[in-house]
């Protein structure tokens, strides 16, 4: 007898369709760059599209993403001055404190993130502090990873994103996040962050390219699965709120063993690699911008993310508006 079951019988229906993204799950990353004036806003060459903002600039970016429904934004601030020790991280006049009051000040209901790194506010570009040898000194950069916390919680981030992948970050910073009384800052943690090619147009964006050596002795082997999960177990027990996989497409395993495995709240990193990649590739004609976002964006809600950080937040708004 000719198959009772029919499966495509539904496929016209597209009320089973089982993942949906929408705005709500998206944070939108942007860059603040100090050396930028007035409204300026200035290209990022290798992500094209994508901007770093003034202090003033930044304000109707976060605006018109608000417009589309987007509430989450994950800050990168680029600094005037850089020092071996990442001074202005911690300033509380810093670019990034004062971005974050800002924005604070300017719009109600929207929930402000902060990386937390030396990357970008260090002269020779690591994510820790290091010695006159080039080694990173993991216990010591935890004091310093501690007082960016607490500066940035200061100046009103409702949660901070450690993503330098020190041993020891997450309880380092909710030790001194508990003891300033900030016991409400939440911690995001780049819990396994992978040591990838894809991150390359970010470092144009945020200037953190390191001078000397690569960041290979800190974020992880793109071979190792078990270890991710080990990473993101540590980060659970030193009390992180909210675990990351980084980057997306090419660890979707990574993203759904950590569902099946963890309870708590999983974000996603699409990264400027991905990217890039669909933008360039639609540029040239070769792909379908729009489609391939939206295709991107839901497979890597299907592995199990609940949250995507996605430089295409205000591209999905519009694109979900359209249909
Ligand atoms: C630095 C940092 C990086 C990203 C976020 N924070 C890059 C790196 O580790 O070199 C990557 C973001 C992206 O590629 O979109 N701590
Ligand atoms: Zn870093």
């Known amino acids: 007898m000719f198959p009772r ?21 998206l944070i939108l ?29 930044v304000v109707d970016e976060v605006s018109s993403a608000i417009d589309r429904g987007i509430s989450s934004f994950l800050l990168f601030g680029i600094p005037l001055k850089k020092d071996d020790v990442g001074s202005e991280a911690f300033n509380s006049e810093g670019i990034v404190q004062r971005a ?7 719009f109600d209901d929207i929930i402000v993130i902060t990386d937390l790194c030396l990357c970008e506010y260090t002269t020779h570009g690591h994510c820790g502090l290091i010695d006159d040898r080039g080694e990173i000194l993991n216990d010591e950069t935890l004091d310093v990873l501690g007082k960016i916390a607490v500066s940035q919680a200061h100046a009103g981030a409702d949660i901070v994103a450690p993503s330098g992948m020190m041993d020891g970050m997450v309880s380092a910073i909710r030790n001194a ?18 040591h990838s090619s894809l991150y390359a147009p970010f470092r144009e964006a945020a200037e953190s390219a ?11 082997d793109f071979a190792n699965a078990r270890e991710a999960l080990r990473e993101i177990q540590l980060d659970i027990e ?40 669909i933008m360039t590739a639609s540029e040239r004609g070769f792909i379908d911008k729009n489609a391939a976002i939206i295709e991107t964006l839901t497979a890597i809600k299907r592995a199990g993310a609940d949250i995507i950080i996605s430089y295409f937040a205000k591209d999905v708004a519009d694109i979900i508006e359209m249909r």
């Open 5 to 25: 079951v029919r499966l495509r019988r539904l496929r016209r229906l597209k009320i089973v369709r089982e993942t949906r993204i929408s705005v709500k799950d």
């Open 29 to 57: 990353p942007v860059f603040v760059d100090e050396t930028l004036e007035g409204r300026d806003k200035k290209k990022i060459e290798a992500m094209p599209g994508q901007f770093r903002f003034s202090l003033d600039s």
């Open 100 to 106: 974050v009051r800002r924005l604070k000040d300017e």
């Open 177 to 194: 996040l508990d003891d300033a009384g900030l016991k409400n800052t939440a911690i995001m943690s780049y819990s396994a962050k992978f």
């Open 210 to 220: 390191p001078v000397m050596g690569d960041r290979s002795t800190y974020q992880m």
């Open 238 to 277: 030193e009390g992180a709120d909210i675990v990351m996989v980084k980057p997306a497409l090419f660890y979707l395993d990574i993203i759904s063993a950590a569902r099946a495995r963890f309870d708590v709240p999983i974000a996603a990193y699409n990264v400027s690699g991905e990217y890039s990649m």
